[in-house]
């Protein structure tokens, strides 16, 4: 969905299912994509990363798919736990001069008992 | 090994007024970032520093917001005169070097009154 005024995407899942995030980065020459996981009160967390070269990488219940075609980002969480809810953010490495983390603007994610 | 420490955790001023925002990255770590998240939103980079000199301001309100790294270790972000627009968490993040192991602090609220 959209996000409208400070309102956030949401996705409710069930404790237990697979929950997907998508992110949509915004420039084709980026190589580098970091997901993030933030809690309220907190920093961003780092899940998992992928480099341009690859379009899919696992983690422990957690993959990340990169199509670079459409520049496309997805999370892939499995058997979702209570402990995943909290906001999703996708980031991209933009290649220049420097290094930096550019952030998208973030899924809340829902886990209902 | 010790995280990014951020201080204070809180802070509520009134417009006009001035803040001064801390933070004492991981040790060793030569690249320093200072990133604005608006509630609702992905955090915005401010300005990155490598070792103690500035590799992009450009998307830091000059006429207001000033930081530094004068020894290249701990930094201060200040904000002057602050306005309501202000209101956000500011984090702070480090990396040993490039992109790779970008750790965040815990942020520090500001709430503009």
């Known amino acids: 969905g959209e996000s409208v005024g400070l309102h956030l995407p949401t996705l409710s899942v069930q404790e237990g299912d697979n929950s997907i995030i998508n992110c949509a980065y915004s420039?084709?020459?980026?190589?580098?994509f970091i997901w993030y996981k933030q809690e309220s009160g907190k920093g961003p967390q780092f899940i998992i990363d992928?480099?341009?070269?690859?379009d899919k990488r696992q983690g422990q219940r957690v993959t990340v798919l990169l199509n670079k075609t459409v520049k496309h980002l997805s999370l892939q969480i499995a058997a979702t736990q209570p402990g995943d809810s909290a906001v999703y953010f996708c980031?991209?490495?933009?290649?220049?001069?420097?290094?930096?983390?550019?952030f998208g603007s973030g899924t809340r994610l829902l886990v209902r008992p | 090994e010790a995280g990014v420490a951020q201080s204070p955790r809180y802070k509520i001023i009134e417009k006009r007024q001035s803040v001064a925002f801390w933070c004492n990255p991981i040790?060793?770590?030569?690249?320093l970032y200072w990133y604005q998240q608006i509630l609702g939103q992905g955090p915005k980079l401010l300005i990155q520093?490598?070792?103690?000199?500035?590799?992009?301001d450009s998307q830091l309100p000059k006429d207001r917001f000033s930081a530094e790294r004068l020894k290249g270790v701990d930094s201060t972000l200040k904000i002057q005169p602050a306005k309501l627009e202000d209101s956000a968490v500011y984090l702070c993040?480090?990396?040993?070097?490039?992109?790779?192991?970008?750790?965040f602090g815990s942020g520090t609220r500001l709430t503009v009154v």
């Open positions: 993040a480090s990396s040993p070097t490039g992109i790779y192991g970008y750790t």
């Open positions: 420039n084709s020459a980026s190589d580098y």
């Open positions: 992928i480099r341009s070269n690859m």
């Open positions: 980031a991209e490495n933009q290649v220049d001069s420097s290094y930096k983390l550019i």
């Open positions: 040790s060793g770590h030569a690249t």
């Open positions: 520093f490598q070792n103690n000199g500035v590799v992009d």
